[in-house]
């Protein structure tokens, strides 16, 4: 049988690998898992020999079957190059007994760029595939990160467009001046009054306007998305977790088979639903830990089977988490209901309507792989400054959430296990957070000169990315509010 995907809200709505590439969420809002987990032979003595690149062709090999390995090979030589200023892409590092698995060294400097590179050569090839004659516009809410990930994919793409919203007072001095300074002909940014979910909501109901479907597909346009919704970014993030499990192999810090733990730093759900489904193929991985902020939504969840976004919303030192609806949620809560799409779409009307659902105790057994915590602004903080007196290591706020959460589970549970922290952002991105962690002083606003100070504290060199930006000219000044999004898309696509 050949894995195909399925709407996590009507299992009756199957396509390929590469038609769900381009149409990132499902007609009925669902989102789209695979029929099946596919059988991994994972032998990681032998991954431990191999690239990135050779590790990433096989893992996305087993989700993306429709795809041939040559075309494969393709894509992940154009996405996984000299973009990454490190040439083992994703490096594991250890610093006093903790592992840092760094997602951080693609051109935007945080981990969206292991998928958000690859992404537009994935699609190119499905729309290839399915003589698709159609410009592929993407539509993306951000809270930060993905919106300049996908952009920087996607720039001067022949056939696409992209469309970024971001919370006008949501993302961080350096993520906004990234995006608004962003090139390409075909890119175009909004500031949007109103937070992530405010955004990411709006953008889910323009994917399943009837109205709007039918303007586009009169003018030969079709909508796709570039947040973690679609499973072409997920099944790029599949990898980084069987490179790190082969890294610590290759390093000898484990012997093959034994297990370890993970701690993700969690917002949308995404990067720990990649982990999910590495679990699931045969990496050995005995929790994952799903690291908050104080929107500490997931939380709640994980300890009480009770999801509830009906609380205050918190702007944080780690905005790309600031969420409190986590879209990829729905393909966990789908595998909680033992694959059952009206159970799942069931809570998800709930959600949409009074913001929150409860699962049952049967289904709450599911979530026993996991664990779950959250860290407050002043843990953050606090973990930066310890980590770099402790281990001179500069970590960004994300990053420092997913350590503390790792750090109070070993508390916790006295688990020794080896655990590997997801390193999700450069510090550069976010250098008055981290400067102020560390100094414990109150920053000047100037961005460039508390760089320079950074840099002299982390003795890392300064991205070059970041140092291109101080010169950008500004090239997006938009902005608008939730409302008027439609109007916007209509405009910048010359809609009739
Ligand atoms: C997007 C992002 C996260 C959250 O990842 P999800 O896949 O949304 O859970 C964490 N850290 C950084 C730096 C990010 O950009």
Redesign the pocket.
Known sequence: MTLLYKSTRDSKNVVSASQAILQGLAVDGGLYVPTEIPKAKLDFSKLAQQSYQEIAVQIMQLFLPDFTQEELQECVNKAYDQKFDDKEITPLVKKKKQYYLEL?HGPTL???DLALSILPHLMKKAAQKNTMDKEIVILTAT????GK?AMEGFADVKDTQIIVFYPENGVSPIQKRQMITQKGENTFVAAVKGNFDDAQTKVKQLFNDENLRKKMAENKKIFSSAN?INIGRLVP?IVYYVYAYSRLVKMGEIKNGEKINVS???????????GFYAKKIGVPIQRLICASNQNNVLTDFFQTGNYDRNRPFYVTS?P??D?LI?S?LERLLFYLTKENSQQTKKRMDELTQKGEYTITSEMKEGLSGFFADFASENETEKTIHTVYEQANYVI?P??A?ASCVAKKYQDKKGSSLPTVV?S??SPY?FPQAVLQAITKETQSSEEYKMINRLYELAKKPIPASIQELKKAEIKHRDKISVDQMTNYVEQVLNLK
């Open positions: 951080f945080a981990f969206k809270s930060g990160d993905t990930s973690s993030q993700v730093p969690t917002g949308n759900f995404g990067n720990i639903l990649a780690s790309s988490m969420i986590s990829n960004d994300h990053t959430v997801l999700t952002a991105k």
